[in-house]
Nanobody, 117 residues
Framework: QVQLVESGGGLVQPGGSLKLSCAAS????????MGWYRQAPGKQRELVAT???????NYADSVKGRFTISRDNAKNTVYLQMNSLKPEDTAVYYC???????????WGKGTLVTVFS
């Protein structure tokens, strides 16, 4: 099994920055891709960004140019640097891990990001 623990959420004003971290433990050898998703109140969970073991990345159009996903394979940790935050970025941010066959292995419990003016 894989356990994921997110950290780094908080309150920030529009235009500000936050960096989220997600540390994986357990059977980390089974992880191929890791990603960040978010769920705003009353909305469905949506993709934010993903990154493969080899470093290939994918971003939602809404965060391109503002958010950067990165990964430290040695530490089994994935990061999400969020810049130029907007109120619409307010959500609970979840980390997940996928296998090589893109099966979801695990979800974290989430970390809340609130962008307020």
């Amino acid at each position: 099994q894989v356990q994921l623990v997110e950290s780094g959420g908080g309150l920030v004003q529009p235009g500000g920055s936050l960096k989220l971290s997600c540390a994986a433990s357990g059977s980390t050898f089974s992880i191929y891709a890791m990603g960040w998703y978010r769920q705003a109140p009353g909305k469905q969970r949506e993709l934010v960004a993903t990154i493969s073991t080899g470093g290939s990345t994918n971003y939602a159009d809404s965060v391109k140019g503002r958010f950067t996903i990165s990964r430290d394979n040695a530490k089994n940790t994935v990061y999400l640097q969020m810049n130029s935050l907007k109120p619409e970025d307010t959500a609970v941010y979840y980390c997940n891990a996928e296998s090589l066959t893109r099966e979801v292995i695990s979800w974290g419990k989430g970390t809340l990001v609130t962008v307020f003016s």
